[in-house]
Structure formats: C-alpha cells, structure tokens
C-alpha cells in the first residue's frame, strides 16, 4: 500500500538529536503543519527546530489527496446557523489566505501547483446546493452553481468555488525543508515547563508547538474528548477519464475525485476509525463500474481528526498552558488548515497577534452534539472486554480487516496485526505484542 506521492517523490533525511539544545521555538511533528509552521517561523526570523518521531511527512501528509480550498463540504451553512456571518466569513478568509499563500510560495517549487476549480456536488438533493450557496453569499463568497459536471454519473448539479489549487504534497515539502532545524526518529518521551524529553537529549524552548496529528498531552486540553478520527480511502486508476477541477460529494460519505498528471485519484469508503465502513472494497467496486477500463496503480487510506464544530483547534494548548500551542482537527482539510495554523502560530509565538485566533481558539466551547457522541463511544468501549487494549486510554480495540491493523473506536490509535503503533494519538505498542495474532 502506497500513495502516489511517496512513490513520485523523494525527501530528505535528518539526523537524529544526540545532545541536550536550545531553541527559541520547538515543534512537535514532522507533517506539512509542523514543517509549514517551522518555514513561517523561519522567515519571520525566529529560531526553530522540528523533532519528528519518524522520518518528515511519513504519517497523514504523505496520504492526504492534496487540495487546496476553502471549500470544505457544507460547512459555510453550518457556520453561518452555529457562529453568524462575521465568523463564517473569517472562516473563508483564514483558508483563502492559507490558498493565496501557497500559490506564491508555489511559484517557486516544482510541485505539479496546478489552479483548479472546486466543487461540491449531489446526486439528488438540490435544496442543501443551494442552502449552501445562500450561506455562500452571506459570507461574501464568490460561489455559484454549476448545472452539468464531468462525473460518471447524473447529479443536480454543484457548487463552484473558483480558482482553488491541487499540487505534490512531497514534492512542495522536499523544496522548503532544506535549510529547516529538523532532527528525525527522535521521539519527544515527556513535556516539562519550556523543556521536551527525548531518549538522546532534552530540547530546551521557549514555547512548543505540537503538531502530531492528535495532541499526545492528555492532562491538558480535553483533546481525548474534543476529537475522534475517521478513515478514509483512495485509489489511482490509470486510462480513467480524465477531469478539470476537483470534486466532492455532499453526502458525507461520497466520492471524491481529482487528477494528477494521467492519473484519477478517487477518494470515498470513509468511516470513523474502529467502525466498518466501505473501505477499498466499495471504491474498487464503484472504479470497476464507472471506468471499467481503468487499471488501479496506488491505494492508500488516511486518518483525520475531527473536530466538536468542524472548526480546526489551533492556538494555545490549553488556557493553562501559556507557552505550548498546538494544531490539530483539521476535519478532512489538512492542506488549507496546515496553512492556516502555520500563520496563525507564527503571529501568536512573535506576540502579533491574529484576527482569526478567537475563530480557532482550542479553549472555546465544547457544548457540541458530538461532545455526547464521543463520550458515548470512549466509555462503551472501555468497557468492552478484550485482551487487545489501547495503550492511550485502555480502549478496547477493534480489527480491521481491509487493512490488517488494530484500530482503537475511541480516539483513533492504530497497530499493526503484530501489535506495532501505526497512528497516534498512543505513543507506544500494545502490551504483549507477540500476543495481537487475530
């Protein structure tokens, strides 16, 4: 299993940390947030260093489909009914910011940065198009609605947003991590006061940055409730028809379609992490019978975190933690939020401060639905008996058998059928790993 960006791309390697250092600014992760956030950091002359447990961009980054909108689904009504215009409208000037912004560093890479139009579609139900689009227009967006789309399938049309942006996400991290302070395979073990833990050294920082997909920090923050992680699935198919722009259903669970050079990347089979879902198996399916001509090249699968309100979390970790920060819930949009939260950081660590900081501030209200949801699943799930158990939070694990992993329902942590951890938020193995054959 592997993407068509790892196998199109190379990237860097970096030493391992074998000394106690000093840095104004440490972050925590090496995906596209963290090594976004080190680049913004640099060019605003702060000294920084990323610690990356792994290799960079070896996690969620390396898996994303990678593009680049501030189109993210039906969310504008959402926003406009749970938060009004003044915040919906932020909302689409934060991402719009995050496009504008890698358009013209991309001006520079050769990253495959190509302009395309966004749009998400529906097969039958026009009323929520257009729900949509009168949110739309409250906020200032310049949205409209197409009648006829490329797709192997009748719809009712969609929603256009122009002029957003597709590229290699490897190929873009491989130019802006040249001259960036990375050690990698350097796992941080323990957060202190201003000091971060690793096996060979201690990182000495005025203020931390964690950018590890799901916070790692469980007394602080509430993030074990704040978020769950969903699955979701790819495919490039070779001699499939090839389409402009890039599209996404409204349905939540819908097909996703983009180009990259001859290829079609379609995405789709989503689920939340420990649950069934479709899976390959419905995109292998749905490939076969709308491009029967097609040959399947790459399959992959990511993890996102997802958020109380559809509202990424960035800002200060915790309303006790004056000096950490953090970045995460990116809700199925990581390009745009990576952005995002990489200017939004830079401008709270340097004491700018940020017009969006309130919008995405991680201490604002949990009163959401989901709250219940995800309360509801951590506890019926611990209390579920099994031997396989999350080390995180003692949550019992569920086997997937698409792709051979142990997946935890509650917050999202996977292994290998050996017991080996694949996705955070766990920092170690299952217990006895000798013992995980299913």
Sequence with gaps: MESIWTSTASLPHFPTLGEDVQTDVLIIGGGMAGLLCAHELQQAGVSCMVAEARTIA??????????????????????LRRFGPERARCYWQANQEALNAFRVLCQQIDCDF????????????????????????????????????????????GIKFPQQAQFHPLKFLASIVGNLNIYENTPVLELKEQEAVTEHGRIHADSIIVATHFPFLNKHGSYFLKLYQQRSYALALKNAQSIEGMYLDAQENGLSFR????????????????????????????????????????????????????????????????????????????????????????????????????????????????????????????????????????????????????????????????????????????????????
């Design 58 to 79: 070896s996690g969620i980054t390396k898996n994303t489909t990678a593009k680049i909108t501030s189109q993210h689904g039906l969310i504008y009504r959402t926003l």
């Design 259 to 438: 180009s990259h050079q001859d290829s079609l990347i379609l995405g789709g089979g989503g689920h939340r992490t420990g649950k069934t879902g479709g899976g390959w198996q419905e995109l292998e399916q749905l490939a076969k019978e709308y491009y029967p001509q097609a040959v399947i090249t790459h399959r992959w699968a990511t993890q996102d975190c997802m958020t109380l309100d559809g509202i990424p979390y960035i800002g200060q970790y915790s309303a006790r933690t004056p000096n950490l920060y953090v970045a995460t819930g990116f809700n199925k949009w990581g390009m745009t939020s990576s952005m995002v939260a990489a200017r939004l950081l830079t401008d709270l660590v340097t004491g700018k401060g940020s017009p969006y900081a309130s919008l995405f501030s991680p201490s604002r209200s949990i009163l959401r639905p989901q709250l219940g949801i995800n309360a509801w699943e951590a506890a019926s799930n611990l209390l579920t008996p099994t031997a396989k158990r999350c080390p995180h939070m003692g949550c019992a694990l569920k086997w997937n058998p698409q792709e051979r992993s142990w997946d935890c329902p509650c917050h999202g942590s996977r292994f290998t059928e050996s017991g080996k951890l694949i996705d955070n938020p766990a920092t170690g193995d299952i217990q006895a790993p000798g013992d995980c054959a299913h």
């Design 114 to 157: 190509t302009t395309q139009d966004h749009f998400i579609y529906s097969k039958d139900d026009r009323q929520i198009l257009e729900a949509e689009l009168a949110a739309l227009a409250a906020v200032g967006c310049p949205a409209k609605l197409e009648q006829h789309l490329p797709l192997p399938f009748p719809t009712v049309g």
